[in-house]
């Protein structure tokens, strides 16, 4: 069975710090996704990273998959209120379209 | 471009009652899926289609669970009887084809009593 373990589970920090949020497997994915969802809401997709060793960046967010296509990491920089919120990787398997989903990260910015 | 559309938005029952979702897809999304989302945890896939047909239904308690996806449009999916770890928010997603991100529905929280 493949599977998503994403770390740490709950994160508490002050507005205009850093931090990060890993996504780790042992099986190796063709892509991997991070979606934000927020209370009442279902999640919404913020990237898909493809190519190992692929950096995105979204304004304040950078996004990173592992060389060997088995790890992504997300990382904040001067973390504000309105990122707070759920964060969710999901690995895809070219086999059937579908998603591996991680337990999730979620993430409170104190003001 | 109209979203994924769940109803009811809330639903609470008692154990042992029926309860139905539903769901209707961006329009021209031939994938459509469910997943159950308990409380901390990430979402788990309970079936997927495409079109009218199942492509996957393994996690799916079928003995009380049951979907379907009428003309490959609009899906609707029931639980009978429900049972108290049944407690979760139900998503709809759908997507175009196999390399498009999933567009998901708000959800409809289901409380059992």
């Known amino acids: 069975t493949q599977l998503l373990e994403q770390s740490p589970q709950f994160l508490s920090i002050q507005e205009g710090e850093n931090l990060t949020v890993y996504c780790n497997s042992s099986s190796v994915f063709s892509s991997l996704q991070w979606y934000r969802q927020e209370p009442g809401e279902g999640p919404v997709l913020l990237v898909t990273v493809v190519t190992g060793g692929e950096v995105k960046k979204l304004k304040r967010l950078t996004f990173q998959f592992g060389d060997a296509r088995k790890d992504s990491s997300l990382h904040i920089t001067a973390a504000q209120p309105g990122d707070t919120g759920l964060y969710l990787c999901?690995?895809?398997?070219?086999?059937?379209?579908?998603?591996?989903w991680g337990a999730g990260t979620k993430l409170i910015i104190k003001p | 471009e109209a979203g994924v559309a769940q109803s009811p938005r809330y639903k609470i029952i008692e154990k042992r009652q029926s309860v139905a979702f539903w769901c209707n897809p961006i329009?021209?999304?031939?994938?459509l899926y469910w997943y159950q989302q308990i409380l901390g945890q990430g979402p788990k896939l309970l079936i997927q289609f495409q079109n009218n047909g199942v492509v996957d239904d393994s996690q799916l308690p079928k003995d009380r669970f049951s979907a379907e996806r009428l003309k490959g449009v609009d899906s609707t999916l029931k639980i009978q009887p429900a049972k108290l770890e049944d407690s979760a928010v139900y998503l709809c997603?759908?997507?175009?084809?196999?390399?498009?991100?999933?567009?998901f529905g708000p959800g409809t929280r289901l409380t059992v009593l």
């Open positions: 997603a759908s997507q175009m084809d196999s390399y498009n991100e999933q567009f």
């Open positions: 329009s021209g999304h031939a994938t």
């Open positions: 999901a690995g895809a398997r070219d086999s059937n379209y579908q998603l591996i």
